[in-house]
């Protein structure tokens, strides 16, 4: 009785497809030799896409509130009508930053919850144990919030894309600008023993190789990092390089105090959040017995970074976000952290616009490839439908001791590859010239 319930179910649905009322159009079936059932996660009135985040475990401090972010631009989409007539429903699945219960929860995504599309899975040692499957099931897997170059494999995952600057680049960034700035200066490296560490010293060697004199790498399971920085310390190394997620930026800076050692600090756009740290700094240390000011320990810090400052109300886009956050998630700190899920949120919104009204993974997947997506960010997108790179490079800013940041060096773009750092200074569109909700 089931198989005969569903044959009239698809039966009707293809038929209100093929008569113009059903809007969801249809998505290949059998690697796309045929036709098949109409798109998952797709009716006439919405569209379910799914995610995968860190609500608990060592990456949580921080990066727990990406959805939160993100659901309050879903909602103020919904509220304005959807997008193309159909309203955004966003399921968030707790993995821990553990990859065994990222591909629990994003199988039972794909297979009992039925969505469109996955949208900001987060990190790149749970994201890359669901990259095949993923593939496999033909499902769009949009703007990854990790990273990795793997998302940028258009032959081998053509259903994927990144979303923030990619490693390499990142380090490239980071690279020139430490030759420049601090030339002569030993180096010293932390950073994360997957794709993460691997990619940005890709980035970094291209200029610092000479000046780096230790590398050490650690393990998000294990938050005890004194080994590293006291072997960091005996270097000698003056400026140390922290590509690390938010909860060991913050226990970077609590153990080079610990141990007197003071060097600069450059930390990545993924831990470089100054609201944030000033509360994990604060909260880690009291965990410890003791208590420090946040801010005056992130004085001084270097970062980088691809979107506006949360604190930078000048910025329209900031200012467009800040809106919405009040009205939303008033009770929520804005913090780049939140405006990241945000901005995310926004991006796949105008992905799902231009996709139009009859929609098709397929469809999502050439909105994704156009080249056309712009906004948010200080740089542009790569996406094309041979590059599936996200942002393309960053600014360099300084954390000041009363939380608020400054500009050391204007956006610089560059590829993954070993071509040229260079300033970007086109203008960015604004929220009203995007116009991605009626007004």
């Not at 399921?91 to 199988?107: F, L």
């Not at 294990?222 to 060991?248: H, R, W, Y």
């Not at 139009?356 to 397929?362: C, E, N, P, S």
Request: aromatic share 8%.
């Amino acid at each position: 009785m089931r198989n005969k319930r569903s044959a009239v179910a698809v039966a009707l649905a293809s038929a209100l497809a093929l008569s113009g009322c059903g809007g969801a159009g249809e998505t290949p079936a059998n690697s796309g030799t045929e036709k098949g059932e109409a798109a998952p996660g797709v009716t006439d009135t919405e569209v379910v896409i799914g995610t995968h985040q860190p609500l608990t475990g060592p990456a949580a401090p921080g990066y727990s509130k990406i959805s939160v972010g993100a659901k309050a631009v879903y909602d103020h989409l919904n509220d304005s009508g959807g997008v193309n007539g159909r309203k955004i429903t966003y399921k968030v699945e707790d993995d821990g930053y553990n990859p065994t219960r990222t591909v629990e929860v994003v199988k039972k995504l794909v297979l009992q919850d039925k969505v469109f599309a996955i949208v900001g899975g987060l990190g790149t040692p749970t994201h890359s144990k669901v990259l095949d499957y993923l593939t496999a099931e033909g499902v769009p897997d949009l703007l990854v919030s990790s990273g990795a170059l793997l998302w940028n494999s258009p032959d081998k995952h053509p259903n994927t894309f990144g979303y923030q600057v990619d490693y390499t680049r990142e380090g490239k960034v980071q690279g020139q600008y430490i030759k420049e700035k601090f030339a002569g200066k030993k180096v010293g490296l932390l950073v994360q023993g997957d794709d993460v560490g691997t990619d940005t010293q890709k980035g970094l060697d291209q200029f610092i190789t000479p000046q780096i004199v230790a590398r050490k790498t650690y393990d998000p399971a294990n938050t005890d990092v004194t080994p590293q920085i006291s072997a960091l310390k005996a270097s000698g190394a003056d400026v140390l390089v922290c590509e690390c997620i938010p909860a060991f930026t913050a226990l970077t800076i609590l153990t080079s105090l610990k141990l007197g050692y003071k060097p600069q600090l450059v930390v990545s756009s993924i831990g470089a959040d100054p609201a944030t740290l000033t509360g994990l700094v604060e909260q880690f240390a009291k965990q410890g017995g003791s208590e420090v000011s946040g801010a005056a320990l992130l004085a001084g810090v270097i970062g980088t970074r691809y979107l506006p400052s949360s604190r930078a109300t000048d910025d329209p886009w900031t200012a467009f976000f800040q809106g919405i956050h009040d009205k939303y998630i008033p009770k929520e700190p804005f913090t780049d952290t939140l405006l990241y899920g945000m901005v995310q949120a926004y991006t796949f919104g105008q992905v799902l616009k231009a996709a139009g009204r009859d929609l098709t993974r397929q469809k999502l997947i050439d909105a994704m490839s156009s080249g056309e997506l712009k906004g948010p960010g200080l740089t542009p997108f790569a996406f094309s439908k041979d590059n599936h790179a996200g942002y393309t490079g960053a600014l360099v800013f300084q954390i000041a001791a009363d939380g608020n940041v400054k500009t050391l060096q204007e956006p610089r773009v560059t590829d993954r590859d070993s071509g040229a750092v260079t300033p970007y200074e086109e203008k960015r569109s604004t929220p009203e010239e995007i116009g991605l909700v009626s007004r």
